[in-house]
């Protein structure tokens, strides 16, 4: 290995079903943590819901069913030592990362996978989290385990700087990275932060806080504007990238849902009363209902005119999901509240 080419030893990449849980649970692997994808995704509080209208972005209208905290809420449930950072300056962002794979520690970073020439992808899609294993300067390249792909992926050093930080997409990853302040191990029991990370996502879900249009309010928004989505100059898009975000990218066939039916599967191995208070059942049934509303936009998407029916139908389905989540986050403060 040349002098300016260093790759992390003994790195194994696993794929998985979404980015950001893939790279946790790679990353702790690699320290001696070895947890499945659903328990990292359930004890990073990760099931969520945002909307967003602008019509700067592209699409114009568009929502997503993950905290945008995840990451950092991971290490507060869990008192694991992994901080997520943003890093306002290109540079030292470059220097951070570098002095990390020096030390043999990979990095998670946040990414716009537009700009990933390796993700062969016209469209904008900020927050998709990979990991740095290595760089080689001769050839100016990093190489990235990423979610999908089984073998490590090279891009160029300018290719992951507008991809960390774009510089001409009004939504950015901001050099956002997992900086690790310590060994990477659970600081608690799992059965101490599964009832940490229960009552976090329902928190979040019912009580949202982020200044975001967030959470179980945010999803009756979306339920309430979706017959407005006909009049939208990019309705096909709108509605395809709403059907891409339930099953497709990185949302584990079910708009994240499936992951947390997991989560909670296995928690009731390690939680008393789990299975009977928060049965995994709920949450099939959940991811089960997104994926009809994925159906009615993949139709929506793929007609020459809009169908105004289909968001209107979109629309009532959304509000029931609503109800639905409301009523599982309830039982769920309700059942980890005390124990905190």
């Known amino acids: ?36 994808e659903g328990m990292i995704f359930g004890l990073a509080s990760g099931l969520g819901f945002f909307y967003l209208c602008a019509e700067d972005t592209s699409p114009s209208r568009m929502f997503h069913g993950r905290t945008v905290t995840l990451e950092n809420d991971f290490g ?16 030292v962002a470059w220097k951070t990362l570098r002095d990390s794979i020096d030390r043999g520690q990979p990095v998670m970073v946040s990414t716009d996978t537009f700009y990933l020439g390796y993700q062969n992808t016209s469209s904008h899609f ?8 290595g760089y ?15 073998e490590y992926q090279c891009c160029s050093y300018e290719e992951l ?9 009004p939504m950015s990853s901001r050099n ?21 990370a229960l009552e976090r996502n329902a928190r979040g879900m019912l009580e949202p806080d982020d200044g975001l249009p967030s959470g179980i309010p945010a999803m009756r928004e979306l339920a309430a504007e979706l017959p407005s989505w006909a009049a939208a100059q990019d309705w096909s898009w709108a509605a395809r990238f709403g059907y891409q975000v339930v099953i497709k990218r990185g949302a584990g066939g079910s708009f994240f849902r499936s992951l947390y039916a997991d989560f909670l599967r ?10 009977d ?22 139709d929506q998407s793929e007609r020459e005119s809009c169908e105004p029916s289909l968001f209107e139908e979109a629309g009532r389905c959304v509000a029931l999901l609503a109800d639905a989540e409301e009523g599982f986050f309830e039982d769920a403060l309700r059942f980890s509240g005390p124990r905190v």
């Open 266 to 275: 296995e928690s009731a191995l390690h939680v008393p009363g789990l299975s």
């Open 176 to 196: 956002q990275y997992g900086e690790c302040k310590g060994p990477l191990a659970l600081g608690c029991r799992i059965r101490e932060a599964i009832p940490k």
């Open 136 to 150: 080689d300067d001769d050839s100016e390249t990093v190489f990235i385990a990423d979610r999908k792909f089984e």
């Open 1 to 36: 290995m040349s002098p300016g080419r260093v790759i992390v030893d003994d790195y194994r990449h696993r794929t998985g079903e979404h980015c950001a849980s893939t790279a946790l649970r790679n990353i702790l692997a690699h320290q001696g943590t070895d947890l499945s």
């Open 126 to 133: 900020p927050g998709h989290r990979c990991v740095v294993v």
């Open 161 to 169: 700087k507008h991809a960390r930080n774009a510089p001409d997409y």
């Open 76 to 91: 507060l449930n869990t008192g694991v030592a992994l901080v997520d950072r943003v890093e306002p300056s290109d540079e």
């Open 277 to 298: 208070a928060l049965p995994h059942s709920r949450m099939d049934e959940i991811a089960a209902g997104w994926c009809e509303v994925a159906a009615l936009l993949k």
